[in-house]
């Protein structure tokens, strides 16, 4: 008998829009959107076709999410804390302060219950999601004075949005919401005292250290925050399998190489900072523990408020405590013995 | 005029045969090429199929790269320190004493020049690679009795191969070439006095706590060691370019989801290995010390013989001096913070 001929499947022809959150100045964390679009063509040879749209272009940046939820775009890139205020859990998908680092993040995404707790939320969003960038550890803000003490902080005008504001606010920060373009005047004219925005290689590109030389960090209240890429759940479901691995692994790609441009470059920036007058600080412990237990009596607040923050988060906080007593042994006596020969001049 | 209708590129039938360097029982690192394939097959709806084998079931394991070179098999799942020997440069691609993290690997190869000059390098050996895991630091081995000085090492009988033994043997170890699956009589019977293997999670399966309880870190000739997919050249250059990406985008989920089934293994690991009477001993300063001038000292050696070795160490080693100036500041201290946090019993 004659085999008969194998009949390949075909790559249907999809057009997609996404729209971004992220303006294209932002050009790593709005590039990140650019690059799945790009790789999703590359391999479907261009028959699963996503347009990228900028913040505002069509969508407002902070409702993203919620347009690809309603269905007028197909998808979002986007970052889930900007939500928290119309359910908390969105925020645990990304970044709560204290919380995750970038590589535990991925360890709770990939290896943990990350992805089965949050798309499990999204489902009541009327979304689908991947993590599809990071950022790494933020810096902890400009300040045009000292901050030493709790004191320091009492009345302080910071611009810090989301959660992470309603955590300062606890030690007597006023948060602002404040646009990206807005800063440096509000800031130049002593309008706000302070301003947080995301890390040297941002921050560089809008001259910060002009008016407000004091560069705190860490930035704790986003220790390696997520940039998702969110699904109309109709719109996911429909895809073609194949589409559906495709669209994921070119998710994946997006979420480790916006970290890895973000180590290359804050690097490189955070020299160019400090050489333009920026005067590097790390917060003090009294400011930390203090923020700390703000964060924690937070999240007792909304894990009361909202079961499905309790039960995400619950589950977030279990893989913590084992992350940070592994992390300790091998990864952080690896790092600190080379910061040591880096600091000395041997590295 | 009527549209002619779209026609849709096909997935060609192409099947692969794929050998790994380790055997089944390394589930997580044997794991990565079968995820690759599985997520091929997913991209392609099984047209394009890739056959896995594990080591020695057609190669043996630390040939496998060779094996792919020499278009034996399309491709292999290896380290590429096994081939040092053959050309010091391979060791480079994988990790090298006192290298990049895990972390900054991935920054590496993806923004800064790691792809590239380890493919310039690869195609002298007809070859084409993609990072496709990493283990994440390793542990520094387990030994019979403590060792606090460099006297300690003198004459020590240690299971450790290919650079790193050529490092610890400058400290005056007598490295050793022992398989897996020996290193526990050897242990139990005093023909060696330590054995490094990967870390706790694998490390657990071979029961070393019970024969060599005291457990040392960090393991710090691996810092971040990344595992390979490496193709025969020809076979790389053959493929649609559609299967290219998608052979791509496959290594890319492995390399970040083999480290996060690492850290959400080792933590709980951990934990089982100490109740089982494994001593956790972090190495001290002098020989951290003694390894790291040992280590410069044979990187100079190399670079002198390989101009293959100068051209990759000297890029490598300006990205991870900034690198490190980098993490120190953000990363360090946040995750710092949190695990005064973890030991304190706040977290």
């Known amino acids: 008998t004659l085999a008969a001929p194998a009949i390949a499947q075909q790559n249907p022809k999809i057009s997609w829009r996404l729209t ?29 076709d996503i347009q990228v749209f900028a913040a505002a272009e069509i ?9 690809a939820g309603a269905g007028t775009v197909e998808m979002a890139h ?34 943990g219950n990350g992805q089965t707790l949050v798309n499990e939320f999204m489902a009541t969003q009327n979304l689908y999601s991947f993590p599809a960038g990071n950022t790494g550890v933020q810096m902890g803000g400009w300040f045009r004075k000292e901050i030493n003490t709790l004191d320091d902080l009492k009345g302080l005008k910071m611009r810090i949005g989301g959660l992470a504001g309603k955590v300062m606010e606890r030690l007597g920060v006023v948060p602002q919401q404040i646009p990206g373009g807005d800063i440096y005047p509000a800031l130049e ?10 890390g040297p290689y941002d921050d560089n590109k809008l001259g910060f250290a002009k008016v407000a030389k004091y560069y705190y960090y860490p930035g704790f209240w986003e220790g390696g925050p ?25 998710c994946a790609q997006a979420n480790a190489d916006m970290l890895a441009k973000y180590d290359a470059r804050n690097a ?4 160019e900072l400090v050489a333009a007058g920026a005067v590097l600080k790390p917060y003090s412990q009294e400011i930390l523990l203090a923020a700390y237990d703000a964060a924690i009596a937070t999240y007792a607040e909304l894990s009361a408020k909202s079961p499905h923050f309790k039960k995400i988060y619950d ?15 091998g990864e952080y006596t690896f790092d600190t ?8 001049g041997k590295l």
Chains 1, 2 share one sequence.
């Open 59 to 67: 969508v407002p940046g902070l409702e993203a999410a919620n347009a």
């Open 78 to 111: 986007t970052v889930l804390y900007y939500y928290y205020g119309k359910e908390p859990a969105y925020a645990l998908g990304a970044a709560i302060p204290f919380g995750l680092n970038a590589r535990m993040q991925n360890a709770w995404y990939n290896a």
């Open 337 to 344: 013995f080379m910061m040591i020969q880096q600091r000395s």
């Open 226 to 250: 997520v940039v998702h890429a969110v699904i109309n759940l109709e719109k996911w479901n429909s895809l073609p399998k194949n589409y559906q691995a495709i669209l994921e692994a070119a």
């Open 315 to 329: 589950d977030q906080l279990a893989f913590k405590r084992d992350a940070y007593l592994w992390a300790q042994i």
């Open 20 to 48: 971004s959150s992220f303006p294209k100045g932002l050009d790593t964390i709005y590039g990140g959107a650019v690059d799945i679009a790009d790789r999703v063509r590359a391999m479907t040879d261009g028959n699963f």
């Open 268 to 271: 490189v920036a955070l020299k």
């Open 189 to 198: 004219k002593g309008t706000i005292d302070a301003a947080e925005w995301v």
